[in-house]
């Protein structure tokens, strides 16, 4: 299978071995265990059509693009945004009924609509199989920056636990969020490998973490050269492929 890398780097390639058995896997969610710009799109549209019927002058006043603009900017402005992506858009809703006069109340009720809708993902095929045989090998977690709601997705089950930047306080790369994961677990950072698709905020944040690290790269994207996860993996039975090896390696190493 070819991927566009800036060097060679077959699936699952290793790029270095540690004498730690690995007792936990913990997940990035958004673009690692389903695709997330579809979700987004659907959920802002809806919310758009809800404002068209309830809140007509800020759908006169707004597109869905501005709309996304003026978030963008709020961003920029607002650093503490950066790990609230609700508090964003909630922020971005509500600026946009006062400045069109609108009872501000509906907010609440529009950020419900969106928020329902952005929780209706459809996991890649491989996802929901091989979490269910991993989760009887290795400990589980999942750490995301998004706002994901794993309970109303309906895969809550598959994880011992699950941090989003939101309520931690701080987002990735920050080492901090991926070191609190492990210490839920009960597992030392060298015991546990994180898996993600964003080569800076997954894999170099989890490394100056101390732990272990695997790229999904499921969209063919490039790898920067200066980037070396342990592994880079397109599917979720590549990974367990890979976890497989790696206990092997380990035993042998003992």
């Known amino acids: 299978m070819n991927m566009k890398t800036d060097r060679p780097a077959p699936p699952c390639a290793i790029e270095s071995i540690s004498a730690a058995p690995i007792r936990a896997v913990l997940f990035d969610l958004d673009d690692t265990l389903?695709?997330?710009?579809?979700?987004?799109?659907?959920?802002?549209?809806?919310?758009?059509?809800?404002?068209?019927?309830?809140?007509?002058?800020?759908?006169?006043?707004?597109?869905v693009d501005s709309l996304r603009t003026r978030r963008t900017e709020l961003l920029a402005a607002e650093q503490r945004y950066r790990f609230d992506m609700i508090g964003l858009r909630t922020a971005v809703l509500a600026e946009a009924f006062e400045a069109c006069g609108e009872?501000?109340?509906?907010?609440?009720?529009?950020?419900?609509?969106f928020n329902a809708a952005r929780n209706r993902v459809t996991p890649f095929d491989d996802v929901l199989p091989a979490?269910?045989?991993?989760?009887?090998?290795v400990l589980l977690g999942s750490i995301s920056n998004g706002a994901a709601d794993l309970a109303a997705i309906g895969m809550a089950d598959h994880f011992r636990m699950s941090i989003s930047?939101?309520?931690?306080?701080?987002?990735?790369?920050?080492?901090g969020i991926f070191m609190?994961?492990?210490?839920?677990?009960?597992?030392?950072?060298?015991?546990?490998?994180?898996?993600?698709?964003?080569?800076?905020?997954?894999?170099?944040?989890a490394q100056q973490a101390g732990l272990r690290t695997v790229w999904i790269n499921r969209f063919d994207r490039a790898l920067p050269a200066h980037?070396?996860?342990?592994?880079?993996?397109?599917?979720?039975?590549?990974?367990?492929?890979?976890l497989i090896a790696d206990a092997g390696r380990a035993a042998q190493g003992a």
Request: net charge negative.
């Open 165 to 175: 930047a939101r309520e931690f306080g701080s987002a990735k790369p920050d080492p």
């Open 180 to 205: 609190h994961a492990c210490a839920l677990l009960q597992v030392a950072p060298a015991e546990a490998v994180y898996v993600g698709d964003d080569p800076a905020l997954d894999v170099l944040g």
């Open 34 to 63: 389903w695709p997330i710009v579809p979700v987004l799109t659907a959920a802002e549209e809806l919310l758009y059509e809800w404002l068209q019927q309830h809140a007509p002058s800020v759908a006169a006043a707004h597109t």
């Open 103 to 113: 009872d501000p109340a509906k907010v609440a009720v529009g950020m419900a609509l």
């Open 131 to 137: 979490l269910t045989r991993l989760r009887d090998k």
């Open 227 to 242: 980037i070396r996860p342990d592994a880079v993996c397109v599917t979720l039975d590549e990974l367990e492929t890979w």
